[in-house]
């Protein structure tokens, strides 16, 4: 069963740099897609940004210079930098697994607010 | 910024019939990029529904169907229950964007 768990700070100040990691459980990195998607309080669903193991990237054109997809195919995991965040960038971080196209494997997603 | 567009709501009583609706442009929906649902309940990630425009992974109820025709798809949810009450999104992929595009989200009431 594939399983993917997010982690990092619930607190970034304003102008900061937010950093998340997902380490992916169940499947290897090197197969597949894999995403940052986020959802604001009350808000519906945007995708961020994808990485494939080879290092190749695909960012959403609204916050493509702020951010940075990387991953470590030795720790099986995937990393997420947003940086100069704002109020605006509060959400719930999500991240998961592409295959065809659509997202088959969530992470739970962890709540990051950004606040002075 | 959503490019597909989804009825903020729709309600149902149990056991009726209710449909979704998203509508795209022939960046995405349009260019005969696959549409994707997901079902959200409250405090939970979404989870995958139909895939490939009308395809269930596998325990996913058969009450859910989907469709897709020109700029637009449907999900549609027969013999409406109770645990159906949840957000409800699509998802496409824009050539323009060079990225997937989510819905804006539509919410399920069962009466």
């Known amino acids: 069963q594939v399983q993917l768990q997010e982690s990092g700070p619930g607190l970034v100040k304003p102008s900061e740099t937010l950093s998340l990691t997902c380490i992916v459980s169940g499947d290897s990195i090197t197969s597949y897609y894999w995403n940052w998607i986020r959802q604001p309080p009350g808000k519906g669903l945007e995708w961020i940004g994808d990485i494939y193991y080879s290092g190749s990237t695909n960012y959403n054109p609204s916050l493509k210079s702020r951010v940075t997809v990387s991953v470590d195919t030795s720790k099986n995991q995937l990393s997420l930098k947003l940086t100069s965040v704002t109020a605006a960038d509060t959400a719930v971080y999500y991240c998961a697994r592409v295959k065809m196209g659509a997202v088959d494997y969530w992470g739970q997603g962890t709540l990051v607010t950004v606040s002075s | 910024q959503s490019v597909l567009t989804q009825p903020p709501s729709v309600s149902g009583a149990p056991g009726q019939r209710v449909t979704i609706s998203c509508t795209g442009s022939s960046s995405n929906i349009g260019a005969a990029y696959d549409v994707n649902w997901y079902q959200q309940l409250p405090g939970t990630a979404p989870k995958l529904l139909i895939y490939?425009?009308?395809n269930r992974p596998s325990g996913v109820p058969d009450r859910f169907s989907g469709s897709k025709s020109g700029s637009s798809a449907s999900l549609a949810i027969t013999g409406l229950q109770a645990e159906d009450e949840a957000d409800y999104y699509c998802?496409?992929?824009?050539?323009?964007?060079?990225?997937?595009?989510f819905g804006t989200g539509t919410r399920v009431t069962v009466l």
């Open positions: 490939g425009n009308t």
């Open positions: 998802q496409s992929y824009d050539s323009s964007l060079s990225g997937y595009v």
